[in-house]
């Protein structure tokens, strides 16, 4: 069975941290090694990127791997928990409380209907 990666999941994350770091396109692909026109297509999704660039990527923008391939892995956990973290760090008493009604009911519908799973 060939694995299908998610080429957008990809670029949104490099995006986000690429902004998470204030860098514009045209610096991340100097410190990278790789094109302008690359990046952008890259962060796009329009492009198969190579592990090697990925590695690069990372390693210019000073994230993991996996920070940026984990919408492509099963067992991502940790770094899905640390995105909830970062979701809700700014919520107020109120949003936060709702966050957690929601989860909630949202966490008791899946475990209901988990026979519905393929």
């Known amino acids: 069975m060939e694995l299908e990666l998610d080429y957008k999941a990809i670029?949104?994350?490099v995006k986000i941290a690429r902004i998470k770091a204030d860098?514009?396109?045209?610096h991340l692909s100097e410190k990278s090694g790789l094109s302008p026109t690359h990046i952008s297509n890259v962060e796009t999704?329009?492009?198969k990127v190579s592990l090697s660039a990925?590695?690069?990527?990372?390693?210019?923008?000073?994230?993991?791997?996996?920070d940026l391939l984990c919408d492509n892995v099963i067992h991502?956990?940790?770094q899905f928990e640390q995105d909830i973290a970062e979701l809700i760090e700014d919520c107020d008493d109120y949003e936060i409380r709702?966050?957690?009604d929601m989860t909630e009911a949202l966490i008791a519908t899946l475990r209901r209907d988990a026979h519905l799973r393929q």
């Open 23 to 26: 860098m514009k396109q045209e």
């Open 45 to 47: 999704g329009s492009t």
């Open 11 to 13: 670029g949104k994350r």
């Open 76 to 78: 991502a956990r940790p």
């Open 54 to 66: 990925i590695i690069s990527i990372a390693n210019a923008l000073g994230v993991t791997t996996d």
């Open 98 to 100: 709702m966050v957690k």
